[in-house]
């Protein structure tokens, strides 16, 4: 488990997975447990109709219909519970990544081995990568199987998808941290600027639909390339797919620029 | 003998801060380099300029002759590193550490880490948050010391440590060097450097004061003299020798400080008058040492 450093850092965050995996799962279970009950509250949906336009941009995704497993779930689960999850995930590992250690000090072991600081990032991002992939995977998996027991009947390849487009929204959050922490070294400053980012991208999202001037921003929000599809109904959207692609390597790459060039702090 | 380290110029600024102005110095192989100086004198940015951590403000070092800072890795197969403010992973062993790291130079566990562990006494198998700063420190020395690097750079490696640990350490360093190759060992007491270095260099605020052959430094060594007279003796009695320090002169006895070479000069006017008590004693040579370059900035005593 030693062999790089991309296992040694998935290995570092052995016990911090066993908790995010019992935590998904239970959370899962619980919107699952509570379905039935929804579904037979026909009003539930008529109260979301009847939220401010607003709110219900903001905390459900328009156009989903509580009645539906997948509008339920696409309401309850990925519109906000999900990305919290994933993007606090990222955030951290990205933010460990590089300014964590650093903070601790013990990057100067990494540093003065022959290892080149190219390859340090490249591999703690390879294992932010496993490890938000990983638990949206098994989202993914607890929603399918778990699903089964309240006939939730749920599309497996289009939660794949929804599962692919979270890890993504992960993703970039979580390459803002790596990359701020690898240009600073200040792990406090990369988590809060990711985590401001995420706030103000999920407003923009959320109100651009309404607000005439956030209108031309919504699309840059990480969340309209996550959810504007509204991937449970329709699968991947591949230009979405890239673009997030796109800016995760360009965050990985300012990364790697940052941190070759900067001194290790004392 | 070729030379392993060379500064030239090298200067480092936080800031507005210069830590390190204008090193220039060598190290060559076969020598131990002891680098003396307070804290915060710029012993532990020369080290971290050398490792590659930080980028030179202007000049330059080179490592076995390759730039310190662009080619870090090839340098770092060939080093091993002690760090001053040295850290573990908490829950890794010693034995992760040494698995991870040989892992990270493409090696399995080197032969050499049981015989190292053995030498300084070293339960590797225990969690490095379980042990105390001096076994951290040793599994700090395993790890720079496994490998058979060419050149050692050691920030302050036998703090912490108790004095029997410190001389296997210290004979570590020399069969190093015995054998060939350099070290760079940094310290802010002579003490701890005197029994193994060949040359020191003094930092002071950021400039080396001085580089010497510890050789000549005992050949300036100091003595302690004291003179009871018979009689009250003129209190200038000393000022026709050179290099005297600390000279008290109160009625008949008289107390100094001479190097070597002053010593026939003392004698010939002592005994130009009745004398009832006469003492003679080589001091410590970290008591020279202050002497010459600066005991009051120094936290050394």
Redesign the interface.
Same mark, same amino acid.
């Given at each position: 488990m030693?062999? +790089?450093?991309t296992t040694?850092t998935l290995r570092?965050q052995g016990r911090a997975f066993a908790g995010w995996g019992v935590a998904i799962v239970l959370l899962v279970a619980m919107y699952v447990a509570i379905w039935p009950s929804m579904r037979d509250q026909p009003a539930m949906s008529d109260f979301i109709d009847q939220m401010p336009e607003a709110f219900r941009n903001l905390f459900a995704t328009a156009g989903a219909d509580m009645s539906t497993p997948v509008g339920y779930l696409q309401i309850e689960l990925l519109s906000f519970m999900a990305p919290i999850l994933v993007i606090l995930y990222a955030v951290t590992a990205g933010s460990a990544a590089v300014a964590g250690e650093e903070g601790?000090?013990?990057l +100067?072991?990494?540093?003065?081995?022959?290892?080149?600081r190219r390859r340090i990032v490249l591999e703690k991002t390879a294992a932010m990568v496993v490890g938000t992939v990983g638990l949206s995977a098994l989202l993914g998996l607890a929603l399918v199987v778990e699903g089964r027991f309240a006939d939730m009947n749920l599309p497996v390849g289009d939660v794949a998808a929804a599962m692919l487009h979270l890890a993504l929204l992960g993703l970039v959050f979580g390459g803002v941290a790596l990359a701020v922490g690898c240009v600073t070294g200040q792990a406090g400053l990369s988590k809060g600027i990711a985590a401001v980012l995420a706030v103000v991208t999920y407003i923009v999202n959320g109100l651009g639909a309404m607000v005439s001037w956030l209108e031309p921003l919504q699309r840059y929000s990480p969340f309209y390339q996550y959810a504007a599809h509204d991937p449970l109904r329709h699968g991947v959207s591949w230009p979405a797919v890239v673009v997030a692609l796109v800016t995760v390597v360009v965050l990985v790459v300012v990364a790697v620029l940052g941190f070759e060039?900067?001194?290790?702090r004392? | 003998m070729g030379s392993v380290i060379t500064a030239e110029g090298l200067t480092k600024a936080f800031g507005d801060t210069v830590a390190l102005r204008d090193l220039t110095l060598e190290v060559e192989s076969g020598e131990v380099f002891g680098y003396l100086g307070p804290n915060g004198a710029g012993k532990t940015t020369t080290l971290r300029l050398i490792m590659g951590l930080i980028r030179p403000t202007r000049g330059s070092v080179s490592v076995l002759g390759m730039d310190a800072w662009r080619d870090a890795v090839p340098i770092h197969a060939r080093v091993g590193y002690v760090p001053g403010e040295l850290v573990l992973y908490d829950r890794l062993t010693g034995y992760d550490h040494v698995d991870y790291l040989a892992a990270l130079r493409g090696s399995a566990r080197p032969a050499r880490v049981e015989q190292l562990a053995e030498q300084l006494d070293l339960d590797l198998r225990r969690p490095a948050r379980e042990l105390s700063r001096g076994n951290r420190q040793k599994v700090a020395l395993v790890l720079a010391l496994m490998n058979e690097p060419e050149l050692l750079v050691l920030d302050e490696p036998t703090g912490g440590l108790d004095p029997m640990v410190q001389r296997t350490v210290q004979g570590l360093i020399l069969d190093h060097a015995a054998g060939g190759g350099a070290v760079l060992l940094s310290s802010h007491v002579l003490g701890e450097v005197q029994r193994v270095a060949s040359r020191i260099g003094v930092l002071r605020a950021g400039r080396l004061v001085a580089v010497e052959r510890l050789d000549d430094l005992r050949a300036k060594s100091l003595h302690h003299v004291e003179v009871q007279f018979a009689d009250t003796v003129p209190a200038a009695i000393l000022d026709p020798v050179p290099d005297l320090r600390d000279v008290v002169v109160d009625g008949p006895s008289l107390r100094c400080s001479a190097p070597q070479s002053s010593l026939d000069a003392v004698l010939k006017v002592v005994s130009a008058h009745p004398v009832v008590d006469f003492a003679c004693a080589e001091a410590e040579l970290e008591e020279t040492f202050l002497a010459y370059y600066g005991a009051g900035e120094t936290d050394a005593a």
């Open positions: 030693l062999r +790089d450093i040694k570092d601790r000090r013990t +100067d072991l990494l540093v003065t081995a022959p290892v080149s060039r900067r001194d290790v004392s | -």
